[in-house]
């Protein structure tokens, strides 16, 4: 039988593969089917991913994958920075079994960049920011920027971002290189270039203003000059009949622009 542990990491996994978009619903029946389990194990995973930030739950919605607000990207990318670059600059010697670990991996962002299967590239490029972590001997923060690449990647998503593939790839093969040469100083440097550049990438608005959606949205309509002069829709002489029926007669139909004025 599947286990929460293998549920909330195949999850993970699908997150930063971009198969599993923000707000994607996760219903327990559905989960259950899917990996052959009961219930109680299916959320039990999704409570344990609730926790790491990654779903959340609604009364009304049930299980989602979360959606993340432009406070909480930025927030992600600030707490990828401390620990990457932390990571790095405690950071003494690479050993060969590590630089052979991270080329190998390179070769698989490579390969990806080649192929097709554009959910293998997405987690391969998200995945090599753990797999540094793992390489360097820290398991520990491995899992927790596990959990912070799933939400930038899930804020990629978002957010649109313009960033290049390739570019990522290519940063990798620079910070790898640095490594083996010792200069871990430009690694750290080469890391925060790249953060700040997959950031930069986001298409985040300047300002957050909660109603600027409806605010375009209820935008006065413009009129072409004839449309505006139209004798249909000049305004009647003072005493002319109203064609809005009167408000006593229930079935009679309404101006929607009654129901339009009470709205704002």
Not at 78 to 86: F, P
Not at 217 to 233: D, E, G, I
């Amino acid at each position: 039988m599947t286990t929460a542990t293998e549920i909330s990491n195949r999850i993970i996994e699908a997150v930063m593969a971009q198969k599993l978009a923000p707000g994607s619903r996760l219903g327990e029946q559905q989960l259950a089917m899917l990996f052959d389990c009961s219930r109680t194990i299916v959320r039990e995973a999704l409570t344990r991913l609730a926790t790491r930030g990654i779903v959340t739950v609604s009364a009304r919605r049930g299980w989602y994958v979360i959606e993340p607000s432009q406070d909480e990207a930025r927030e992600a990318f600030e707490a990828r920075r401390v620990i990457e670059l932390g990571l790095l600059h405690q950071l003494k010697v690479v050993d060969k079994a590590a630089l052979r670990q991270l080329k190998s991996h390179l070769q698989r962002e490579k390969a990806a960049l080649a192929g097709t299967d554009v959910g293998m590239r997405s987690f391969l490029l998200g995945d090599f920011h753990v797999c540094l972590a793992e390489c360097l001997g820290n398991s520990l923060l491995a899992d927790t920027l596990r959990d912070f690449t799933a939400r930038t990647t899930l804020i990629a998503m978002l957010y649109q971002s313009s960033h290049d593939a390739a570019q990522s790839c290519a940063d990798h093969v620079r910070i790898v290189e640095a490594l083996e040469a010792g200069d871990i100083a430009r690694a750290e440097a080469l890391m925060s270039e790249h953060i700040g550049t997959v950031q930069s990438a986001l298409r985040l608005q300047a300002s957050s203003d909660p109603l600027a959606g409806l605010r375009d949205a209820l935008a006065p309509v413009r009129k072409s000059p004839a449309q505006a002069t139209s004798p249909a829709r000049a305004r009647k002489p003072r005493g002319a009949k109203s064609s809005i029926p009167p408000a006593s007669d229930p079935d009679a139909p309404a101006d929607a622009s009654t129901y339009l004025g009470a709205l704002l």
